[in-house]
Antibody, heavy 121, light 108 residues
């Protein structure tokens, strides 16, 4: 059974940092691109970042570029999101999701349960 | 930036058919995907590549595409189908992931 379990969320002050983790199991983690998607309270889904299967290629939404860093440890079956210079607008539930590469573009076939990040003083 | 447009809400009585649309200029060139999200839960993929249904998703869920609009159809709606539904696709280059704003399905 595919499982994705996020951790690391919490309350942080504006300008602070936080590192999210996503522990994967039930599939060959090193074969899949992985993504972070967030959802602000009462709002819709927004893609944040992706990393390819071996970690050599990453991409970010403009809203987090230069502040967030996605990485992975295939030996530990774990995905990470390092979040720096956090802003109030980064407050959201952060989901990790397994990506499937389609003919063009990609989609998400499994999602974690999410971890809440609250940026507030 | 590229956008996908969904109606904010759709209401339907149990047993009826619900249709949720998603519009975007690149949809003729890109596949669309649909996710169901119930309160406090993670999204679940219900349709991929416009009209394919993942294993475990009931047959009452179907998808279709016509021009710049894709449609999620739920036939014989049940109370348990009440949820938010999001379409997802990519821009014409295939590099940017985009979600629609979401549609709240209410089962009357």
């Amino acid at each position: 059974e595919v499982q994705l379990v996020e951790s690391g969320g919490g309350l942080v002050q504006p300008g602070g940092s936080l590192r999210l983790s996503c522990a994967a199991s039930g599939f060959t983690f090193s074969s899949y691109w992985m993504h972070w998607v967030r959802q602000a309270p009462g709002k819709g889904l927004v893609w944040v970042s992706r990393i390819n299967s071996d970690g050599s290629s990453t991409s970010y939404a403009d809203s987090v570029k230069g502040r967030f860093t996605i990485s992975r440890d295939n030996a530990k079956n774990t995905l990470y999101l390092q979040m720096n210079s956090l802003r109030a607008e980064d407050t959201a539930v952060y989901y990790c999701a397994r990506g499937v590469v389609a003919t063009i573009g990609f989609y998400f076939d499994y999602w974690g349960q999410g971890t809440l990040v609250t940026v507030s003083s | 930036s590229y956008e996908l447009t969904q109606p904010p809400s759709v209401s339907v009585s149990p047993g009826q058919t619900a249709r949720i649309t998603c519009s975007g200029d690149a949809l003729p060139k890109q596949y669309a995907y649909w996710y169901q999200q119930k309160p406090g839960q993670a999204p679940v993929l219900v349709i991929y590549k416009d009209s394919e249904r993942p294993s475990g998703i009931p047959e009452r869920f179907s998808g279709s595409s016509s021009g710049t609009t894709v449609t999620l159809t739920i036939s014989g709606v049940q109370a348990e189908d009440e949820a938010d539904y999001y379409c997802q696709s990519a821009d014409s280059s295939g590099t940017s992931v985009v979600f629609g704003g979401g549609t709240k399905l209410t089962v009357l």
